[in-house]
Structure formats: structure tokens, C-alpha cells
């Protein structure tokens, strides 16, 4: 919270001298708090954005006034932020100048983890609706270039997996990840690695993304990037020792919302590096919930001191199932 501005609202008898008077209203948010976590940035800040501007001004065209926003925010989120208004994005830090709306409304609405309930918006907007102008925005872009190196039609007999890569100190690495590529690649796959960070252009990641039939991760803010997924396409999560609950909330939730065919694979203890410091008796291995109680921050012990090295005997009876359903959804959709 304390990259968050505080704002004062006062109210006066005296009309201001309006520099610029608009005809749409104001929805004014802070981005202080969003530091390039795509998760956050969506989960924290375009979700409640779209769950707000249906709710309060369902239909109409809204202008943004954003605290906090940062040039390179701004610029990596341009296009998400177009789709809500086709007004000058207003920064409230360094306008100087008198703005005067016929309305306005200050800070954004939340409903749950990545979660836009249409009984609680006056439109019944829904999850689609917030994904289909951000399909279609990132979608006419990479219609325009040209060279991009990726399209559906590279490989007609290989589905394609998008294979979600962490590395260094993070947490939740996939420390056999090119095994696992090469059993991807054995069952049928052509196979896509991609490493995303902070800094990665949103429209590099969506052409990544869409480009397949098929996306693998574990669990992390990186796996934010299905919104970028195919609508039937197949999705799977590893998800580590301890994480299952924010696997769920967050990122299978996401993957249905936004129509992928989801599938899980939760780890067995032995493989996860956690066992390397702690014995099989330990709390830590047997029983997550337990040890980590209601200090959620003992939940660094399983986000970043964890990695996986996963059994390939195991996982491969995973990667053909998986295989089947992309096969499908590439011969149907290309």
C-alpha cells in the first residue's frame, strides 16, 4: 500500500475553471501497486477495471485517470488499456491541468481471484467479454505483422505445446525441463519454449501463446498468460507441494474462464526438491495445509524454495492424454 497515492475528495461551493471539460466520465485508479506481475496487473487492476466500468457506468464511454502510471507500465499494457476507453489516458501525477467530468468514480471494484460474477454487473457482462476485445486487439496486430515466425499451419501433422519456462532463483523451476521437452517431442509435439519476464511485450507473448494447441506450466504468475490461449485448446498445470488451493483460485479458474480444456498434474513429494531439506514425516511434505496454518507467508516454503523434477514414467501417460486432446482441437481448428 505505500505505492499507493492517497487521494483527498472535497466537496466546495465553487465552480472550477475547467481548462478541459469532458463529456464521458472518470474512472480514476491507482497503478502504484501494479509492479509488472502480469497476475497482479490482471487479477489487481484490468479485471476490477472492466467489473467497474460495467457496473457503475455500464455501456458508456469512460476516461482513465490513473495514479502511479508509469511510462512502461502504460506502454506494455497500451493495448489492454485501449479497450476500455478511446480517450487520452489521463496520469494524475503530472497533468496539471483542470479536468472537469460529469462524473466520476474512485478506485475499482473486485469480486473475487480472477473472477467476474454477471449477477453482481448490471449488464450481466461476463468473463468472455473481458476476453474477447483483448483477443481481438492482439489478435489484429499479429494479423499485421508479417514476419512473425509462428502460425498455426507449421507443422500440419505436430500439435504445437507451449512450454512455460522459469529459471534462477524464483522458485517452482522444472529442473528436467529438457527431458520433459524431448518426451513431449517423442509423443507427437512440436514444442515452443517460453520464458517470459517483466519486461516481454504483451503482443510477444500473445503470438507465443495462441500460436499453439497446447500450453504446460507449474504454478506461477507466468501461467496469468492463458488469457492469451485458444479457446479449446488444452492447458495443464503442475502444480508443486503446498500450492493446490492458489493453483485452483487461480490459474485452473482462469483456464476455464477463458473456455481452454484444463487439465492438473499435482506432484508426489519425492518430486520435489523440498525433500532434499526436509524428511517425508516432516509437516512440511505431509501435510501443507497444517504447517502453513493462517501465516500465508510460510507459503514462500513452497512458491520459492521449491523446484520439480518430474517423474517422466508418470508424466507421459499425461503428455499422451494431453496429446489426444490437441491433435483434436488442431484438426478441428487448425
Known amino acids: ?60 464511454d469512460v476516461v482513465l485517470v490513473i495514479s502511479k502510471a508509469r511510462d512502461w507500465w502504460v506502454s506494455k499494457y497500451i493495448e489492454i488499456l485501449r479497450t476500455f476507453t478511446k480517450y487520452p489516458i489521463i496520469n494524475l501525477d503530472n497533468d496539471i491541468i483542470t479536468h472537469c467530468f460529469p462524473s466520476a468514480n474512485v478506485g475499482i471494484i473486485s469480486h473475487d481471484l480472477v473472477t467476474i460474477d454477471s449477477k453482481l454487473i448490471p449488464n450481466s457482462k461476463t468473463f468472455t467479454n473481458f476476453h474477447a476485445p483483448i483477443e481481438k486487439s492482439y489478435g489484429q496486430n499479429q494479423n499485421q505483422n508479417q514476419n512473425h515466425p509462428i502460425n498455426f499451419n507449421s507443422s500440419k501433422s505436430r500439435p504445437i505445446l507451449v512450454l512455460i519456462s522459469r529459471n534462477g532463483g524464483v522458485g517452482c523451476v522444472l529442473s528436467n525441463q529438457n527431458e520433459v521437452k524431448f518426451e513431449a517431442e517423442k509423443i507427437g509435439f512440436s514444442v515452443i519454449i517460453f520464458e517470459p519476464t517483466a519486461m516481454t511485450p504483451m503482443h510477444k507473448a500473445y503470438e507465443s501463446i495462441h500460436s499453439g494447441h497446447a500450453m504446460i506450466g507449474i504454478h506461477g504468475a507466468a501461467l496469468t498468460h492463458t488469457i492469451f490461449i485458444r479457446p479449446g485448446s488444452v492447458f495443464m498445470q503442475v502444480v508443486p507441494l503446498g500450492t493446490e488451493w492458489a493453483a485452483e483460485v487461480c490459474y485452473a479458474r482462469l483456464a476455464r474462464n477463458v473456455g481452454s480444456e484444463y487439465m492438473e498434474y499435482r506432484i508426489k513429494a519425492e518430486e520435489s526438491s523440498l525433500l532434499e531439506k526436509y524428511s517425508e514425516d516432516d509437516l512440511v511434505i505431509r501435510d501443507p495445509v497444517a504447517f502453513r496454518g493462517t501465516n500465508w507467508s510460510l507459503m514462500n516454503v513452497y512458491l520459492k524454495e521449491q523446484n520439480v523434477t518430474l517423474d517422466l514414467v508418470k508424466f507421459r501417460e499425461y503428455l499422451k492424454e494431453m496429446y489426444k486432446k490437441a491433435k483434436k482441437f488442431m484438426n478441428k481448428e487448425g
Open 1 to 60: 500500500m505505500s505505492r499507493i497515492k492517497e487521494l483527498t475528495l472535497i466537496s466546495s461551493p465553487i465552480i472550477p475553471n475547467c481548462e478541459i471539460q469532458h463529456k464521458a466520465p472518470a474512472i480514476v485508479f491507482s497503478a502504484g501497486g501494479l509492479t509488472g506481475n502480469i497476475f497482479h496487473d490482471f487479477n489487481d487492476g484490468f479485471i476490477p477495471l472492466f467489473i467497474t466500468a460495467n457496473s457503475i457506468f455500464p455501456d458508456q
